[in-house]
């Protein structure tokens, strides 16, 4: 997996609920480029900055998700970076007051898309009650929280890893097929990234996510063929 997340004299750092963050610069870079597009429109500018600080909250409350759970269900510590394709929570093991079985590990994975999904659903219900005596940059950012919330949400559940869905589906694997469950869910993930990406490319007109899909699939093949015991 391509690495982004190694510490420069460039990082934000600060603690949330506790919680020791990180935020790469590449994380800010890959925010500006997915919003270049509104840049071509009356007040880009004003907009791509909107959209920078919807990308960087959505993450961050995605990424608590995961970080909220592993500490007050598992008693971990957890932490959180942010970096150029997207963010990680994750925690000390030697900390860990209760190591996570199946159903915790997967419980882990959920948190973070269903963060997502109650920060859309937050955004939206603010958005449709208050929109009309709103700062029409802060609806801006509650309309782009409320889009990255939920079509990142349902994004992040597909069986690719690593996704959070790909976690999930790994898990189920490894418990259907405990001495081949890894390499089902590479198969698994291989194929889905596949068809991700072509869809994307051919039907969607998202390059961004064909690309991105296009990598997660070499990345599963090349682990999968450095684990041929599979």
């Known amino acids: 997996m391509l690495d982004f997340s190694s510490k420069t004299p460039y990082d934000l750092r600060f603690s949330l609920f506790g919680i020791p963050i990180q935020v790469h610069p590449f994380?800010?870079?890959t925010a500006v480029l997915l919003g270049m597009g509104l840049g071509n429109q009356e007040n880009g500018t004003q907009?791509?900055?909107c959209w920078v600080i919807a990308v960087f909250v959505a993450v961050l409350v995605h990424e608590l998700g995961h970080a909220?759970?592993?500490r007050y269900v598992f008693?971990?510590?957890p932490w959180i970076i942010l970096y150029g394709l997207g963010g990680l929570a994750g925690h000390h093991p030697s900390y860990s007051i209760r190591r996570p079985?199946?159903?915790?590990?997967?419980?882990?994975?959920?948190g973070g898309p269903l963060a997502g999904f109650l920060l859309a659903g937050l955004c939206f219900y603010l958005?449709?009650?208050?929109g009309r005596d709103m700062n029409v940059y802060l609806f801006k950012i509650l309309w782009f929280m409320f889009v990255i919330g939920a079509f990142w949400g349902i994004i992040n559940l597909l069986p690719v890893l690593p996704l959070d869905g790909g976690n999930i589906c790994r898990e189920v694997c490894l418990w259907l097929f405990p001495w081949r469950g890894e390499g089902v869910a590479l198969q698994i993930s291989m194929i889905s990234a596949i068809i991700v990406a072509v869809v994307s490319f051919?039907?969607?007109?998202?390059p961004f996510l064909a690309v991105m899909f296009g990598l997660f699939a070499v990345l599963n093949y090349q682990t999968l063929q450095g684990g041929r015991r599979y």
């Open 27 to 29: 994380f800010w870079l």
């Open 47 to 49: 907009l791509i900055i």
């Open 68 to 70: 909220l759970i592993i």
């Open 75 to 77: 008693g971990a510590r």
């Open 101 to 110: 079985k199946t159903l915790g590990r997967i419980f882990i994975s959920f």
């Open 127 to 130: 958005a449709i009650s208050f």
């Open 202 to 206: 051919m039907w969607l007109q998202q």
